[in-house]
């Protein structure tokens, strides 16, 4: 079987910075909740998988939405009880962040503008077995990563700092967080998540689902319906 391919860098472009910035930002946020969401780590600070130290109100219900679907993929692996118990309840650091990637791309595969039916749900490719499925559907993702790994995130990021992947198939999507996990699940990781699922999904899509609400609401920075399913189910509907 011949290597995948890596997925292809290219710039951020400045209108897909200001539209998907008017999608996830509502009129009436100031610096504080833009920073709020910047702060927020997506690292497990526990001993068990689903467990994230949250230091500010805002974004519980993306951090709980991830978790459950760091968690999900796991279990649908079809591993033993013995295999699935310690990576949920003692999982090495390796562990934590193959279940965490895995999870921020079933997510971004999920809310792809394709059509068909939504693909199956992947396990963490060290839990995979014979009859799931593998790397060659093709998707159309947008992974947004730091030109920089070093460069620190804050309330906001330049065009200039950021690039994007443009992933063809789910491995690629793996591959490209993998190789930024670090920049995902630290401080600064959520703000790429949301640029990644809106880039990805197409603003004016979310637009019209959010019915020209914004993935965050309102000057308190929390988050919304339409955010939490979009990660859930791949589409930001609210009702």
């Not at 472009?13 to 833009?34: C, F, K």
């Not at 009859?131 to 790994?149: H, I, Q, S, Y």
């Not at 809106?198 to 019915?211: E, G, I, R």
Request: hydrophobic share 45%; with cysteine; aromatic share 6%.
């Amino acid at each position: 079987m011949a290597a995948e391919e890596s997925p292809q860098g290219r710039e951020l472009r400045e209108e897909e910075l200001q539209s998907a910035s008017g999608v996830v930002w509502p009129p009436t946020s100031g610096d504080d909740v833009r920073v709020m969401w910047a702060e927020q780590s997506l690292w497990p600070t526990g001993a068990s998988l689903p467990s994230i130290f949250q230091p500010r109100n805002g974004p519980c219900g993306l951090l709980a939405s991830v978790s459950a679907m760091a968690c999900a993929a796991v279990l649908c692996s079809q591993q033993e009880d013995a295999v699935l118990k310690a990576w949920l309840l003692r999982p090495t650091d390796a562990q934590k962040t193959s279940a965490y990637v895995t999870a921020i791309a079933n997510a971004l595969v999920r809310a792809q503008c394709a059509e068909g039916e939504p693909l199956a749900l992947r396990a963490p490719a060290e839990l995979r077995v014979a009859g799931l499925k593998g790397g060659d559907e093709k998707v159309n993702v947008r992974v947004v990563v730091p030109v920089d790994a070093g460069l620190g995130m804050y309330a906001t990021f330049s065009r200039e700092s950021m690039m994007v992947l443009e992933c063809k198939t789910p491995a690629q999507v793996e591959q490209a967080l993998l190789r930024h996990a670090d920049s995902f699940l630290r401080e600064g990781g959520l703000l790429l998540l949301l640029y990644s699922l809106c880039l990805t999904a197409n603003p004016a899509q979310l637009q019209q689902d959010l019915q020209y609400g914004t993935l965050i609401a309102d000057e308190y920075g929390f988050c919304t319906q339409g955010l939490v399913n979009l990660v859930l189910s791949g589409e930001a509907v609210s009702a």
